[in-house]
């Protein structure tokens, strides 16, 4: 088991910027495939984002494709999102997520999640 803890989450107008960031405790974070999802309000969590061990490959949903950005420091224990123009159907809470075998899943340790809000 690996603890997540997001932050950077907050408010933001359309066209800005945030970097969300989920610090993980423990030494094994680099066996972890690490995902950054979603919710908005009355709608379902959605897949934003995953990244492989050593960050070799990358995955998005298609309507993050080409703004935001994830990656990761292992020596840090530490996953990233950089999200660039930002629309207001981005505000949700974001959750990072990991597991030890799959990028597609399922995903067995959350953390609590990060409010962004985008301002029109």
């Known amino acids: 088991q690996v603890q997540l803890v997001e932050s950077g989450g907050g408010l933001v107008q359309a066209g800005g910027s945030l970097r969300l960031s989920c610090a993980a405790s423990?030494?094994?974070?680099?066996?972890?495939?690490m995902g950054w999802f979603r919710q908005a309000p009355g709608k379902e969590r959605e897949f934003v984002a995953a990244?492989?061990?050593?960050?070799?490959?990358?995955y998005y949903a298609d309507s993050v494709k080409g703004r935001f950005t994830i990656r990761r420091d292992n020596a840090k224990n530490t996953v990233y999102l950089q999200m660039n123009s930002l629309k207001p159907e981005d505000t949700a809470v974001y959750y990072c997520?990991?597991?030890?075998?799959?990028?597609?899943?399922?995903?067995?340790?959350w953390g609590q999640g990060t409010q962004v809000t985008v301002s029109s």
């Open positions: 990244i492989t061990w050593t960050g070799g490959s990358t």
């Open positions: 997520a990991g597991n030890l075998r799959r990028v597609d899943g399922p995903y067995d340790n």
């Open positions: 423990g030494r094994t974070f680099s066996r972890y495939v």
